[in-house]
Nanobody, 125 residues
Framework: QVQLVESGGGLVQAGGSLRLSCAAS????????LGWFRQAPGKEREFVGVISWSDGSTYYADSVKGRFTISRDNAKNTLYLQLNNLKPEDTAVYYCAADRYSGGRYLPPREVDYWGQGTQVTVSS
């Protein structure tokens, strides 16, 4: 079992920045690839990016590449998502996710093993 708890969401103006955190716990959490997804009102949950448990490599959706950065602190079992140059279309609930796959590619939401409860990010224009 892996437990995930997100924090750090909020309201920000377009062009601003936020940093989300996800505290992960569980006996084998270090062997899970961790990542972020988001879901806007009326839309399906979508992949944002992941960071591999094995080599720390990252993989991002094209829509956020160059603006968002994922990192993890294995000593603290914490995952981060730095969101820069935010746009109104980035408004969504952001979810932390964990999966046993090795990373390095798109992960369909239906394949995710564990989810956090989500944190709201709202970007005003």
């Amino acid at each position: 079992q892996v437990q995930l708890v997100e924090s750090g969401g909020g309201l920000v103006q377009a062009g601003g920045s936020l940093r989300l955190s996800c505290a992960a716990s569980g006996r084998t959490v270090s062997r899970y690839t961790l990542g972020w997804f988001r879901q806007a009102p009326g839309k399906e949950r979508e992949f944002v990016g992941v960071i591999s448990w094995s080599d720390g490599s990252t993989y991002y959706a094209d829509s956020v590449k160059g603006r968002f950065t994922i990192s993890r602190d294995n000593a603290k079992n914490t995952l981060y998502l730095q969101l820069n140059n935010l746009k109104p279309e980035d408004t969504a609930v952001y979810y932390c996710a964990a999966d046993r796959y090795s990373g390095g590619r798109y992960l369909p939401p239906r394949e995710v093993d564990y989810w956090g409860q989500g944190t709201q990010v709202t970007v005003s224009s």
